[in-house]
């Protein structure tokens, strides 16, 4: 058994993020297991870009209300103790809806390379945006 205190929380970069995101890392796999955990924190109305997981990713919303969208425009809207289940591959986004606070937990897998499980692409159009808070 192993304690691990907490890890310092960093702001995410604009490159990959709209509006104000912070990650505090929680676990990060190392051989045999490739699960990586965090508490991401994001202001009103901020998202991630369009992304994807090699292995597929889940959220799990600890607080306020989460929009989770996919490239054919279906949209979750998520509360506090949901959890959304991303499929390996497909491309998606998620951030806090226009007007609260929201919390998850990320949790994925590197892929068996044991490289990045992540694959950023462009930003979410601010119009999808805002009718995936409309819904």
């Given at each position: 058994m192993e304690l691990?205190?907490?890890?310092?929380?960093?702001k995410m970069p604009a490159t990959a993020f709209t509006?104000?995101?912070?990650?505090?890392?929680?676990?990060?796999?190392?051989g045999p297991s490739r699960l990586t955990v965090a508490l991401v924190r994001f202001a009103?109305?901020?998202h991630t870009n369009w992304h994807s997981h090699a292995v597929g990713q889940t959220l799990?919303?600890?607080?306020?209300?989460?929009l989770v969208g996919t490239r054919d425009g279906a949209v979750v809207r998520?509360?506090?103790?949901?959890?959304v289940v991303c499929p390996p591959g497909e491309e998606h986004w998620h951030g806090a809806a226009a007007d609260t606070f929201m919390s998850h937990?990320?949790?994925l897998e590197a892929g068996?390379?044991?490289?990045?499980?992540?694959t950023w692409l462009e930003p979410v159009a601010g119009d999808r945006y805002e009718a995936a808070n409309r819904r």
């Amino acid at each position: 058994m192993e304690l691990r205190t907490v890890s310092a929380t960093v702001k995410m970069p604009a490159t990959a993020f709209t509006g104000d995101v912070y990650m505090t890392p929680i676990q990060q796999g190392t051989g045999p297991s490739r699960l990586t955990v965090a508490l991401v924190r994001f202001a009103p109305g901020a998202h991630t870009n369009w992304h994807s997981h090699a292995v597929g990713q889940t959220l799990h919303v600890t607080e306020g209300v989460a929009l989770v969208g996919t490239r054919d425009g279906a949209v979750v809207r998520a509360r506090a103790g949901d959890t959304v289940v991303c499929p390996p591959g497909e491309e998606h986004w998620h951030g806090a809806a226009a007007d609260t606070f929201m919390s998850h937990l990320a949790m994925l897998e590197a892929g068996p390379d044991g490289g990045d499980p992540t694959t950023w692409l462009e930003p979410v159009a601010g119009d999808r945006y805002e009718a995936a808070n409309r819904r």
